[in-house]
């Protein structure tokens, strides 16, 4: 079984700070993605990774995945608060496409 | 807007009465997929298929679950006998296929009194 883990689990700032929140596991993923869950909503994809060492930047949003393909990383530059809400990353299996989520990171971003 | 749809919105029920859920996907998409998600954690996986056939339950999926798709188009997932604990945000989401992008319903969130 798969264990994921995601820190910090919650975390609030005030706008215009940076943020990094982690996505850990002692498996080697295939590849990986990150979804942002909005209150009331359902989970929107980000950004898929799937090369070990592979950095990818969406506006103010960089996700880098770990050389080993076991970890990622999320830094978000200047933080507002249209970027609250819970930051989710799961593994991608092209097999099932079946989402195996970690906990995630709720991010409160005040102004 | 053809993006994922479910219903209803909201479903407030006493314990032990049976609550049904109803998800239309993106046309066209032949993956289906239902979730579970409670409150401060992530989406749990529930079951999914491909078209009408069911190719996956989830060991949370206990005996008071079913799910059916019996056109490869909208999906139920019914909860017979509710108990307290089924109170949660379920979720589906479709896809073209397995190795797609899978887009999120709103999800219908159940309270169970």
């Known amino acids: 079984t798969q264990l994921l883990e995601q820190s910090p689990q919650f975390l609030s700032i005030q706008e215009g700070e940076n943020l990094t929140v982690y996505c850990n596991s002692s498996?080697?993923?295939?590849?990986l993605q990150w979804y942002r869950q909005e209150p009331g909503e359902g989970p929107v994809l980000l950004v898929t990774v799937v090369t070990g060492g592979e950095v990818k930047k969406l506006k103010r949003l960089t996700f880098q995945f770990g050389d080993a393909r076991k970890d990622s990383s999320l830094h978000i530059t200047a933080a507002q608060p249209g970027d609250t809400g819970l930051y989710l990353c799961?593994?991608?299996?092209?097999?099932?496409?079946?989402?195996?989520f970690g906990q995630g990171t709720t991010l409160q971003v005040k102004p | 807007d053809t993006g994922v749809s479910q219903n209803p919105r909201h479903k407030i029920t006493k314990r032990g009465q049976n609550v049904t859920f109803r998800c239309d996907p993106i046309?066209?998409?032949?993956?289906l997929y239902w979730y579970r998600q409670t409150l401060g954690q992530g989406p749990e996986f529930l079951t999914y298929f491909q078209n009408e056939a069911q190719l996956e339950k989830s060991r949370l999926l206990s005996d008071r679950f079913s799910a059916e798709r019996p056109k490869g188009s909208f999906s139920t997932l019914e909860i017979q006998r509710t108990e307290q604990g089924d109170s949660a945000m379920y979720l589906c989401?479709?896809?073209?296929?397995?190795?797609?992008?899978?887009?999120f319903g709103p999800g219908t969130r159940l309270l169970v009194l």
């Open positions: 498996s080697v993923f295939s590849s």
């Open positions: 989401a479709s896809s073209l296929g397995g190795i797609e992008t899978q887009y």
């Open positions: 046309s066209e998409h032949n993956r």
């Open positions: 799961a593994p991608f299996s092209g097999n099932t496409g079946k989402l195996i």
